[in-house]
């Protein structure tokens, strides 16, 4: 071999091997750069938890506030306006209050882990006014109530561990509406038709008439129709009621000998309170449901992303 042609050779493998040398200095730059935006991230995604549990925090004060000066829930409160996202350092924070006792507790149909005939039949109002089967009821009920009995149209153990993938009733109470899907009948566009107009909170819970819907007034007041129950609504925009029995006055005369008083109330206990905060480049989003007892400051029954 000549002396140019090592001279080429040796000259090509410098080319190369300095051509590897900085291909492997660069992918270890973005390898390090990749690793310092992760970790920037999971910083940013921590102080941005902070700041979402600072503004669960913050309607938590909102409520026991509001328990201090007042004794009646209703639409018109502040604490019903959502809060704009508001500048915090290095990002923002905004949310809203949802009042939880406008909406039908699915809870209420087993009390003691027996059904309580009163609720299944304004649940099956409450189906049948929006779409639904009043069938649907009948398996709740047997998701939710201690025994192992079916009822018409429900089911129980049987059904379940038949399945592909077996599991049991859960025969307690819901911790989700998201749980529903596990209940026959109970798919992902019935869910979504009977969300606007139910809950799912610590049993048992009253109707707050200042938040009802027309629908789940006509439900809970057996003699009432939807159309009547939609004038009720439109009676309250005006003015909220200030106790149930003016909610009684304003309904139609036969429909107020099947009430059940007890059912009904205008003060609420529970709320969801939906946050949305940023901090950096990490966005999170948080509910929490919360739980007021009178002026005492609202306990945190959970909290978790949505």
Sequence with gaps: MTPRRQTGIALITAVITAALVAALAAWIAWRQQLWFFQLENQLDQGQARVIAYSGVQLARFTLRDDARNNQVDHLG???????????????????????????????????????????????????????????????LVDWLDADGEARPGGAEDAVYLALPQPYRAANQPLTDLASLVRIQGFDAGTIERITPFVAVLPPQTPINVNFASPEVIAAVVPALTLAEGQAVVSRRAGHHFGSVAEFVAALPERARGQLRFEALTVQSRYFISEV???????????????????????????????
């Design 77 to 139: 409160e502040p604490w019903n306006v959502p809060i704009p996202a508001i500048p915090v350092e290095q990002g923002k924070v905004g949310g809203r209050l949802l009042e939880q006792q406008g909406r039908f507790n699915l809870n209420n149909l087993v009390s003691n882990g027996l059904a309580n005939e009163n609720e299944v039949a304004a649940c099956r109002r409450l189906f049948e006014l929006v779409g639904v089967s009043p069938q649907h009821v009948d398996a």
């Design 276 to 306: 949305d905060a940023q901090f950096g480049r990490v966005t999170v989003r948080y509910a929490a449901l919360l739980e007021r007892n009178g002026p005492d400051f609202p306990k945190l029954i959970w909290m978790r992303r949505r």
